[in-house]
């Protein structure tokens, strides 16, 4: 319904993202939903830290490491953040872990 109101609601698209890439553990079909939500939402916010951070774990699960890393840097390179409490206290930590995490992958 809420994309009915407002297709390019990047927190509505977040959150489907999400809930497709968890789905698409159990059913690998759902990556690709998974990866559209997801390359929507940061297309409508593209100062939101969590969308790069969440899509950037579900190329890192596929093994997708230079594109997971092109994000992680890009969230890091994060001027304005949408919400900056989420930045600074989650991701970019999670980013620089994530990183260090497919370092020489």
């Not at 890009?74 to 620089?96: H, I």
Request: aromatic share 12%; charged share 20%.
């Amino acid at each position: 319904m809420a994309l009915t109101i407002n297709p390019n609601h990047s927190g509505v698209l977040h959150g489907l993202g999400i809930w497709y890439a968890e789905a698409s553990n159990f059913y690998p079909v759902w990556s690709k939903d998974a990866h559209d939500y997801l390359n929507k939402a940061l297309k409508s916010d593209q100062n939101n830290s969590m969308i790069y951070v969440t899509l950037a774990r579900l190329y890192i699960r596929e093994k997708r490491f230079a594109e997971a890393r092109k994000l992680l840097q890009k969230c890091l390179g994060l001027n304005n953040p949408t919400v900056p409490a989420e930045y600074y206290n989650y991701s970019k930590p999670e980013s620089q872990k994530l990183l260090k995490q497919i370092e020489g992958k």
